[in-house]
């Protein structure tokens, strides 16, 4: 019975055993089978290849632009459409798309130019032309400007009164007197305290077979240098002299080579050793030094030929260095047997111990040299006149009696000390002259004034009074127009400047009109009771009038007058038109003026007047393109490319090639990439969601397995337990039954 129960039991455990055996090689068989199915999975996941993005570069384009008002604007499209109308091209462009307002802006020192034309309109006008001229401006003030330096031009008279050194005349004295200190004692001379002498080229100096008399060739001309004795020297320079021969010796002291050459001893021991001075015909002074004291040094030996020595040096001196005179260039010279070519010189010194104006200026003139006798053309004139003035800055003149500044609206000067300071309080001070010119042409005015001080001195300057012309033709304002502007036009070899002043009378709009040609009674200008007479027409008739057809630049740029009614409203709010003008400027290309570029507004009647502020459109982006459509002609270079557009009625405009993305292409192209890619996504997440699937399939036999191993582990256990407990039945058995 026990036997037969364990029997029973092992036979139960074996066929648990067996089922249990069965039932892992299915679970086996299901786990081969999902990752046989996952291997799959993993296969067509390689086998899938990942969408990639378009590349920009893929998808250029060739692009044309230009810039049109400061806009970058592109060509989008060109279609050949030949039509009558001479353009082969139907195109369309694209730019921002802004709006435009009117904003004032200051402006600084801007001007509108005038290029003046006239047509001949109706000959010999008789229309009243009225001068008024003033000399204040429009605040009431002097239009004076001090310190002008005009050029100038004076008539001297110079009388043909010859004075010769060795045989001086005075009012008729005839007398051996030192030349230096006669013009000194009669003319007050300020003689120069040093001259710097040049150095003569000696080889210019030719041999001589009498120490007396050399001939010099300066290059400008023939010289001959006269020696002049001890005692000329002393008769022409002062000083002393010791002898008239060669063996005497002459001492500058106290005399006027003394305060050129600094130097007292000339000539000493005589017999030509050590200096000598010689004069040529122009009264140059040549002081020859010998370079020691030793004997013949000067001539480098005794006896003829003579010729100066390596060592000695040549001085050249000019007399009117030394005498401290001045050349007067401005100075004309007339007058009986007066030399034109003559220089004019004078000394800035003049008679008397106290300044006088009433005195004379001693004007020199023709010095010359002959027979050792110094000659010379004088003159004198007044102070006060300075001579005649005749013209200045190249305009004739015409001095005004003070008596009619006063009318012309000038207030005369303070003639302060005029008749000169001797003593008591003025002693001291400088004496004035006033002397006023009238420009004949442009009616300016002049103002020398003279000034004379306590020394003698005199001294010179000039000012202007800047005319202020109030000129009507036929009862309109009109302006003198310049020479140098005239109007093209006009008949110049018949009308010429020097007879005839032009005046122009703007129209309203201030780009028309007439130019007037008016005929001045006296060559280049007014007469001064005309001038002064401010009803007086009678001199002052119109000859010619012509239509002007003037053009205007501002700022180089195309200028016209607008149309009252065309003025922006922004700018004829902010002034008025009765009183001010305004222009505006377009570009060249624009024939027709119907795109202003900028507005100005000037004062009206002024000419030469800075606008006052100016007005341009300022641009506002709305961050948008616009398309627009024309008609055009295309250049093509030959490249193939497009070079140049004419657009009809725009202009034209040079084509810039470039490259860039063609958008459209580009986006549908990632377009595509993208729903590619979401397609190629859903496919790996179906992939990995079955992945995941079959991975928890598995884990789940993988667990009923492990449960199977352990009871299959347990029933081994427990077969063997029983067999060994049957075995030991058995032998138990058996040794009972054999035993």
Sequence with gaps: MGMSASQARYLSLTARKSDLEFRGQQINQSRLMLSNQSANLYSSMLSMSVPTPPVETDFMKDVYSFSMNGDNTTLSSYKLSMGKDGYGYDILYSKPASTQQLTASTTSEVQKSVTRKASQGNNDISKPVKIKVGYKNADGDETFTSNQSPQKSRLITMNPVTYQANNISFGGEH????????????????YATSSDGTTVDKSKIGTSSNANTFTYDDGEQ??????????????FFGGSASGDTDTGTYNASGGLLEKILGTKDIITNGDFQTSQVYMDQNGDVYVMTSGTNSADTLFGGKGAPYKFADSTTIKKYKLTDILGLTQDTTAKRQG??????????????????SADQSTDRVYFSGFSFASEKLSFNYSTASQNGLGSITTLNGHQVSKIDQSKLEELGIEEADEKNKTGATNGDNANKSAI??????????????????????????????????????????????????????PSGIERSTYSPSEYDCYYVPDETGTGGSYYLVRNDVANGYQLDDVLDNDNTANFTSTRQYNANNTYKIEGMTACVVNEDNVPSTIADAYDLDDYIIYATYDDSDTDFSNPIKYYVFPKDEDDANAVCSYAYEKSYTGKNEILEGRANI??????????????????????????????????AYKEYEFK????????ADIDAKTATIQQQDKKLELQLKSIDTEHSAIQTELEALKKVIDTNIKSSFGTFGG
């Design 175 to 190: 007398t051996n007197r030192k030349l230096w200190e006669q013009l000194k004692k009669s003319y007050n001379f300020n």
């Design 222 to 235: 023939k010289l001959s240098l006269h020696r002049l004795t001890n005692q000329k020297l002393e008769d």
């Design 336 to 353: 009986n047997n007066v030399p034109d070519n003559e220089a004019v010189y004078f000394s800035d010194l003049y008679t008397g111990t």
């Design 433 to 486: 002259t006033y002397n006023y010119y009238m420009d004949e042409q442009t009616g300016d005015v002049w103002r020398q004034q003279i000034t004379t001080s306590t020394s003698g001195v005199i001294s010179e300057s000039w000012g202007l009074y800047k005319a202020q012309k109030q000129v009507t033709v036929d009862g309109n304002e009109a302006q003198l127009i310049d020479e140098t502007e005239w």
């Design 635 to 668: 250049l093509v270079d030959e490249n193939g490319r497009l070079s140049k557009l004419n657009i009809a009625g725009v202009g034209t405009y040079a084509l810039e090639y470039g490259q860039e993305i063609d958008q459209d292409a580009y986006d549908e």
């Design 677 to 684: 890619l979401q397609k190629y996504e859903k496919e790996i």
